[in-house]
Nanobody, 125 residues
């Protein structure tokens, strides 16, 4: 069982930056691929970024590529999402998720077993 708690969301002006953190409980965190997803009001949840257990493989949605960076610190059981050059369309609730099937990082939300409660990111124009 893994529990995930996100933090770092808030209100920021367009062009600004935020760093989200996701703290995980459990000794098996380092075995899991981790992902960030987001859901804007009235829209479906969408993939943002994912990272392998070692941190050596990362994938990004086209909409955030070059602006967002996912990273992890297995010693701290934490995964991060550094968000730069934020746009109003980045406004959403951001969720971190853990995938325990051992198949590596991927963009499909239905492959992730554990989810955090989410943190709100609001970007004003």
């Amino acid at each position: 069982q893994v529990q995930l708690v996100e933090s770092g969301g808030g209100l920021v002006q367009a062009g600004g930056s935020l760093r989200l953190s996701c703290a995980a409980s459990g000794r098996t965190f380092s075995r899991y691929a981790m992902g960030w997803f987001r859901q804007a009001p009235g829209k479906e949840r969408e993939f943002v970024a994912t990272i392998s257990w070692s941190g050596g493989i990362t994938y990004y949605a086209d909409s955030v590529k070059g602006r967002f960076t996912i990273s992890r610190d297995n010693a701290k059981n934490t995964v991060y999402l550094q968000m730069n050059s934020l746009k109003p369309e980045d406004t959403a609730v951001y969720y971190c998720a853990a995938r325990s099937d051992g198949l590596g990082p991927g963009p499909r939300g239905d492959k992730y077993d554990y989810w955090g409660q989410g943190t709100q990111v609001t970007v004003s124009s």
